[in-house]
């Protein structure tokens, strides 16, 4: 008797939820008021009659703006068809997620009512909200931030390499219209576009490697003969190193540009006058302004490499050094085979991190000559010293091509990602690898 029982019980608590989940399916609220919450069940109701149903046609309207981005000149802006239609597909999967998450509810609430009557109401409701929904609500603005201010410009920069938007097809005076892969074909197949695009990476994958690596070794060098305690007055050149660092990049850079000019800078007199080197062309030759920007940034960033290096290096332990004394190492050897292996496991990701930033570093590239000098042939107006993404800002604000700057810009986040990904995930401080075995 009691197994039949706590069979038809069983039975019944499945019905109870079941019943609850469908009544939820057909309308919003329906099963909560059936599980005696509603409170909730009319406020679901209220949000479905009056704020869901009456923008549904509102709702498909702009999400067809999505898919014609317009059909009238200078009546629609397909601009503002398409944000307007990211910003309804986001509301359309946000009502979606409401909808199943009503449907959950009531099915779960259907299950606890049968099992504990008392337990239903506001009051359970605000109890349960509080204990399991809390940490959704203090992130829910923080969400609505990133979803509005970084995956919306995302995604209307994937739109837009999709479609013909440049200098001759621009809204209102014209309809955008959808061309596929149309631009990335054309970029990386035409002649002039393709040349020009494997130049520009090839120079920018130089540019990162040179860049990372050149900012990681004079830190390193730097850092391991300030951590020498017989040098004296440690502290003081620490302190000097550092201010390259401390002083804004921008105002660096800019100092730079004037230093490095070819018939006024400093540089030039200085070596003309001491060494009797004929002026460099910095800013005029490909060579020389590439020479430049590695340069800056070498000036601009080894003091960090050289500050990160220092704390690790005080952090490793003295007891290594001393067996490698002990078995008659030399100091080259006990920084080839000791510091640099342990230094190297402690920032290989923020090495993969600066190659990413440097990737993508467009002050040094733009504020020291504007990616100039010009190279004839180079399609896009890039130069000399352009990089991927000063090549982009060119694209967008010069040569007006704004569907192969948003084509160009999905390229360089697919090489960033597949690059970092695929290296982070072979380092040994990713698998967690004790070095000191």
Known sequence: MDTQRKLMTSNDSNIGRHTSALLSLIYMGAGQIANGQWVKGLFLILVETLVIIPNIPLLLRTLKGLVTL???????????????GIIAAFATVFIILIYLLNIRDAYENGYSVERKPKEKGLKATFRHTR?????????????????????????????????????YHSPPKHILQWVGFKNFVEFLSTSSWSITFKNVLIWTVVWAVLSTLTMYFLGLIMAVILNNPRIKFRKTFRTILILPYAIPGFISILIWKGLLNTNFGIVNKILAGTFGI??????ESVFWTRFACVLVNLWLGFPYSMMLITGILQ??????????????????????????????????????????????????IYLLNDGNPPVFGQQGKAGGSDILISWVYKLTFEALKFNFAAAMSIIIFLLIVGFSIYNYTRTRSFREEDMLR
């Open 70 to 84: 317009g059909e009238v000149p200078m009546q629609d802006h397909s601009l503002f068809m398409i944000i307007y």
């Open 131 to 167: 204990e399991s929904g809390f940490p959704y609500l203090i992130l829910a603005p923080g969400l609505a931030c990133i979803l509005f201010f970084t995956v919306l410009p995302m995604v209307f920069n994937i739109i837009l390499a999709f479609t013909n938007y440049d200098l």
């Open 278 to 283: 004929q002026p460099i062309p910095w800013f």
């Open 315 to 364: 952090g490793l332990p003295n007891d290594i050094y001393e067996a490698a004394t002990v078995d008659g190492a030399s100091s080259f050897q006990k920084f080839r085979f000791i510091t640099v292996p342990l230094v190297l496991f402690a920032v290989a990701p923020l090495l993969i991190m600066s190659f990413a930033h440097n990737f993508n570093n467009f002050n040094i």
